[in-house]
């Protein structure tokens, strides 16, 4: 019987949003006060939603053990504290949450075997959250 | 139509172990979860239907009835209980947050007269969830 499981972590990062295509003026009227040249930090919290059939002899989805090292380990080391503008992902990338939350779907996609990846949840504050389900329609 | 969600929590322990693993193996897969005295969580259950909106009384569901049926078929079952030796689901299948949830939705799905089960979620912390929709 299949059953959705979603994990939840968290990280802190810094990021600016900026554009160089764009004029100062337009960074300025787009990103507003994201474009503060110094930047500036969130708590993120990552949700992180797997499926698959729960395994007769070990009552699930996936174990949990496997999920956290990997999350831990392809993720939150490379995101957390780090300033999002420096790191090679978003060299050409502007970090909004938007790209953020599919580049950590893109890493589970690729390297986590042990089941289905559903969709990645990113909240950047109380009152933010991007979700990526590889481009699929989400499930209500 | 239209979805409602009704939410409840209950507390109870539980440990995880298959007779059919060695002692070894039931370490290495369930690792402190499989310490047989157990262990409890205060867990969040999310009860989700689905159904037309009622024109006369404006209701998807009687609140008050699935009320009734969560407590009756789920917390009184499973509140303050140990999983693992208090409920009949449990003496066969490990009481991961997966079969609680699994085990939940059979329990109330029988149940529900106007409104259709939409999904059941699980949570066993905040940072830890479940959701099934079915057997479909």
Same mark, same amino acid.
């Given at each position: 019987m299949k059953a959705h499981l979603s994990r939840r972590y968290l990280f802190s990062a810094s990021h600016?949003?900026?554009?160089?295509?764009?004029?100062?003026?337009?960074?300025?009227?787009?990103y507003g006060k994201c474009n503060n040249p110094h930047g500036h930090g969130h708590n993120y919290v990552l949700e992180v939603t797997v499926s698959g059939p729960v395994d007769?002899?070990?009552?699930?989805?996936?174990?949990?053990?496997?999920?956290?090292?990997?999350v831990e380990r392809?993720?939150?080391?490379?995101?957390?504290?780090?300033n999002l503008n420096t790191l090679p992902g978003f060299a050409g990338t502007v970090p909004t949450?938007?790209?953020?939350?599919e580049q950590i779907y893109d890493i589970l996609q690729r390297g986590f075997g042990y089941a289905h990846l559903e969709?990645?949840?990113l909240e950047e504050t109380l009152m933010n959250s991007f979700e990526y389900a590889g481009g699929v329609e989400l499930r209500k | 139509m239209v979805y409602l969600t009704r939410k409840a929590e209950f507390s109870a322990s539980h440990y995880y172990h298959n007779p059919e693993f060695t002692p070894d193996e039931n370490k290495r897969i369930f690792g402190k979860c499989n310490n +047989?005295?157990?262990?409890?969580?205060?867990? *969040?259950?999310?009860?989700?239907?689905?159904?037309?909106?009622?024109?006369?009384?404006?209701f998807v569901v009687d609140l008050k009835q699935l009320k009734e049926i969560m407590n009756k078929e789920v917390l009184d079952a499973l509140d303050h209980r140990f999983l693992n030796k208090e409920v009949p689901e449990f003496?066969?299948?490990? +009481?991961?947050?997966?079969?609680?949830?699994? *085990?939940?939705?059979?329990r109330l799905e029988p149940k529900l007269r106007t409104a259709k089960l939409h999904r059941v979620r699980v949570y066993e912390t905040p940072d830890l969830f479940v959701d099934f929709y079915g057997e479909a």
């Open positions: 600016r949003l900026h554009n160089d295509a764009m004029s100062a003026e337009e960074n300025r009227a787009t007769e002899r070990t009552g699930m989805v996936c174990n949990l053990v496997d999920l956290d090292q990997f392809e993720v939150l080391e490379r995101f957390d504290h780090q949450t938007e790209n953020l939350c969709k990645v949840r | +047989p005295n157990g262990h409890g969580h205060n867990y *969040a259950l999310e009860v989700t239907v689905k159904g037309e909106v009622d024109q006369r009384s404006g003496s066969r299948q490990i +009481p991961t947050t997966e079969n609680i949830a699994i *085990a939940i939705w059979h």
